[in-house]
């Protein structure tokens, strides 16, 4: 089920960290600095669909030029946090092993 894009940008700008200001995450939501720097970079491409987007609506958000960008940043930010979350369990297995 698809959520509306308000609820999205409130969980990413307010919730799990601040997209605008991703460095105080780390080590708290974020793992790495790439996830930092990825979390930077959608808030950016957020805000400027945002910027596309004067009534604020899912429609307006989705046709915004920038839109893409969007999309793109947060595929790459989404495959680097699974790879450091799949990173971490591995390390925990390893060491419940030993």
């Known amino acids: 089920m698809f959520?509306?894009?308000d609820h999205v940008f409130h969980t990413l700008f307010d919730d799990?960290?601040?997209a605008d200001e991703p460095e105080r995450y780390l080590g708290v939501s974020?793992?790495?600095e790439q996830e930092v720097a990825l979390m930077r970079e959608?808030?950016?491409?957020?805000?400027?669909a945002a910027a596309e987007a004067p009534n604020d609506t899912?429609?307006?958000y989705l046709?915004?030029?920038?839109?893409?960008?969007?999309?793109?940043v947060a595929?790459?930010?989404?495959?680097v946090m699974v790879a450091n979350d799949l990173r971490e369990l591995v390390?925990?297995?390893s060491n419940d092993d030993t």
Not at 63 to 72: E, F, H, K, L, N
Not at 75 to 79: I, Y
């Open 91 to 93: 390390a925990l297995r």
């Open 75 to 79: 595929g790459r930010l989404a495959q």
């Open 16 to 18: 799990f960290c601040d």
């Open 58 to 60: 899912d429609a307006e």
């Open 30 to 32: 974020l793992r790495s």
């Open 42 to 48: 959608l808030g950016a491409a957020l805000n400027a």
């Open 63 to 72: 046709r915004a030029p920038s839109w893409p960008m969007v999309v793109a």
């Open 3 to 5: 959520e509306n894009l």
